[in-house]
């Protein structure tokens, strides 16, 4: 648990209902819960939920919206809650909790790899060479490896026929996310959302 020291000891003295320097099992249960429970996975609960729970139709537009699994159905969704939802109740109103939804967001269910690329299924019996693709590194300097950063260079690397470019993502001064080469080259950075646009843009000019 990615916490500091200091936020684990408040929320222990916070949770014992008792100042006796332990947990009961069910103060342990409370303890736990707290610590391990991501805010990122309440808002998403609040912006499609009642913030509590999810029912099948409330995952079903989650799934569409934050997904984009436009094939998946309500009752997909229902069978989804009574695998991953862990408590009898939750599966008995077919309602997705904060502890099953986080399961179903850790497992394959919702993995970004298709199932079927779990294992090896392309044509792995060609020599090695017919594998090699171009590449290119640091691909928004312009120069050398001290820069100047541009857009313009993803362009040129993508129109000579690379397939794969680097894009270094770091927080930005206003917490937007930049590219750019290390924290020391703050001052030599991209917009990523400029970066991403021109690379939507020049991708499959050249490579098929």
């Known amino acids: ?6 936020a684990i000891r408040q929320t222990f003295l916070e949770t014992q209902t008792k100042t006796r320097g332990r947990l009961d099992p069910n103060e342990f249960s409370d303890f736990f819960a707290i610590l391990s429970t991501r805010q990122e ?10 913030g509590t729970f999810l029912t099948a139709c409330q995952l079903f537009n989650f799934m569409e919206t934050e997904q984009k699994a436009t094939s998946l159905s309500v009752e997909e969704c229902e069978a989804l809650i009574e695998k991953y939802e862990p408590s009898p109740a939750g599966k008995r109103s077919k309602q997705l909790t904060v502890d099953g939804f986080t399961s179903f967001l850790q497992s394959s269910s919702c ?3 298709a ?7 392309q044509d792995m019996t060609q020599p090695l060479s017919h594998y090699f693709i171009a590449t290119s ?6 120069q050398d490896q001290q820069g100047p950063a541009s857009e313009t260079a993803y362009t040129r690397a993508l129109l000579k026929g690379c397939r ?4 270094d993502i770091w927080d930005g001064s206003e917490g937007d996310p930049v590219v750019m080469q290390g ?3 703050a001052n030599n950075c991209l917009p990523l959302d400029v970066v991403m646009k021109t690379i939507a843009e020049n991708a499959f000019q050249t490579s098929p």
């Open 1 to 6: 648990i990615g916490l500091p020291e200091s």
């Open 41 to 50: 996975v309440i808002y998403l609960l609040v912006q499609y939920g009642n």
């Open 115 to 121: 199932p079927h690329h779990q294992s090896v299924y």
């Open 111 to 113: 993995s970004l790899s």
């Open 137 to 142: 590194h640091n691909t928004f300097l312009t």
């Open 183 to 185: 924290k020391a080259m």
């Open 164 to 167: 794969c470019v680097e894009i």
